[in-house]
């Protein structure tokens, strides 16, 4: 699959990340597979440097039918404001890990605003 294709260079590539999630979660809806209801995105990085709103305005904008939930990992927060972008911006929810000890106090926090109607959003 696609992790079989990922390789380490040291950047993320949360465009061609998000672009890709978006693609199998729309060709998983056209073919009638999964639940068909609620769609999300998880990303978990350490930073986004690129430009990335364009694929958020193609994909998923003005419906915002998939969440999106950021993960920021490590104690560096320079590109803390991106990532928070992408979840506030996409009925999502941003969290910071700086720590290991972080981890299970935030990590399912996405439960929460999952179990919330869209409409509230």
């Known amino acids: 699959l696609l992790v079989d294709e990922l390789q380490v260079k040291g950047e993320?590539?949360?465009k061609k990340a998000m672009k890709e999630s978006f693609?199998?979660?729309n060709e998983a809806a056209a073919l009638g597979q999964g639940s068909l209801c609620n769609q999300a995105?998880?990303?978990i990085t350490d930073g986004a440097m690129e430009d990335f709103?364009?694929?958020?305005e193609e994909f998923n904008f003005p419906e915002?039918?998939?969440r999106v939930f950021t993960?920021?990992?490590g104690r560096e927060m320079t590109f803390a404001e991106n990532v928070k972008w992408i979840a506030c911006n996409n009925k999502g929810y941003?969290?910071?890990v700086s720590t290991l000890a972080d981890v299970q106090e935030n990590v399912m926090e996405y439960l929460h605003v999952l179990s919330r109607p869209m409409v509230i959003n």
Do not use: P, S
């Open 41 to 43: 995105i998880m990303l």
């Open 64 to 66: 915002r039918r998939v």
């Open 12 to 14: 993320g590539k949360v």
């Open 53 to 56: 709103k364009d694929v958020f």
């Open 94 to 96: 941003y969290t910071h």
């Open 23 to 25: 693609k199998v979660l």
């Open 71 to 73: 993960y920021l990992i």
